[in-house]
């Protein structure tokens, strides 16, 4: 069993709601979704900033996608520490969060997915954060392995770029 942050546009994709994405990208990104509910933990913080995150873009119902069924699957499990387990973060006005590095190298990460490497970089496991198209983290994919975070990128648009 191994633990996860999974940033929002992972579930989006696995919607099939983002353009960019091949459809190979939204089957990893489905599979994973899949694979996670069956066997891994997500990690999420105690203030609900993820799943409130998840709320504005997916569906609680569970219908009609892949990513939809992951976020009601969240909400089922949100206070199940065997499916999900959660950190506390601490929101700041200068950074986003006290948990989050102040590293010249991050100065620009968009204070949008600040929340995901608070919560990885919180939790003792130091889970790798998930990602599908969001090209900010391939971005700081360098710094932010530099202070212990490893992204899994699921797509290759991302990978395959010069």
């Not at 942050?5 to 989006?12: G, K, M, Q, S």
């Not at 994709?13 to 990104?29: D, G």
Request: charged content about 20%; glycine content about 4%.
């Amino acid at each position: 069993m191994s633990y996860f942050v999974v940033d929002t546009n992972v579930p989006i994709v696995a919607n099939e709601k983002a353009n960019q994405a091949s459809p190979a990208c939204v089957l990893n990104c489905a599979n994973k979704l899949r694979e996670i509910q069956k066997q891994h933990i997500i990690v999420l913080d105690d203030t609900w900033l993820i799943i409130n995150e998840y709320k504005n873009k997916l569906s609680p119902s569970g219908q009609p996608g892949v990513g939809d069924a992951f976020f009601k699957w969240v909400l089922t499990n949100q206070a199940n520490p065997q499916r999900c387990q959660q950190v506390k973060i601490t929101p700041t006005a200068e950074n986003g969060f006290q948990e989050f590095p102040e590293e010249e190298s991050l100065a620009n990460f968009d204070k949008s997915d600040r929340k995901f490497v608070a919560v990885a970089l919180t939790h003792p496991e130091k889970p790798p954060i998930l990602n599908a198209v969001d090209s900010d983290w391939k971005n700081f994919e360098i710094a932010l392995k530099n202070i212990g975070i490893t992204i899994i990128f699921l797509c290759s648009e991302l990978t395959t770029r010069p």
